[in-house]
């Protein structure tokens, strides 16, 4: 089925940003819509952000205005740059197609201190 791979995570203060980066092999990233997700402890994973090949985006409520989700079709990237960190967004983040999902990649930790 492929290869996810995430990566950029890291502690961050509230308010400060992170930038992560999702490398999937050419048979996922040809699909049509690429997205990230994440999951906290406890809780159900939750999609964040989608974008199509054609670099269409949705966002979740909750980080609308705050994160950007964009593409490098070249290199086969996913990237989401997230500003404005508050403790709420600490979780797990995963990337995955939307159109056509694979195996979970082990994501990439972000915690988001008070």
């Known amino acids: 089925q492929g290869q996810l791979v995430e990566s950029g995570g890291g502690l961050v203060q509230a308010g400060g940003s992170l930038r992560l980066s999702c490398a999937a092999s050419?048979?996922?990233?040809?699909?049509?819509?690429m997205a990230w997700y994440r999951q906290a402890p406890g809780n159900q994973r939750e999609l964040v952000a989608s974008i199509t090949i054609a670099g269409r985006t949705n966002y979740a409520d909750s980080v609308k205005g705050r994160f950007t989700i964009s593409r490098d079709n070249a290199r086969n990237t996913v990237l989401l740059q997230m500003n404005s960190l508050k403790p709420e967004d600490t979780a797990v983040y995963y990337c995955?197609?939307?159109?056509?999902?694979?195996?979970w990649g082990q994501g990439t930790q972000v915690t988001v201190s008070s």
């Open positions: 050419r048979s996922i990233f040809s699909t049509n819509v």
């Open positions: 995955n197609s939307i159109t056509y999902p694979r195996t």
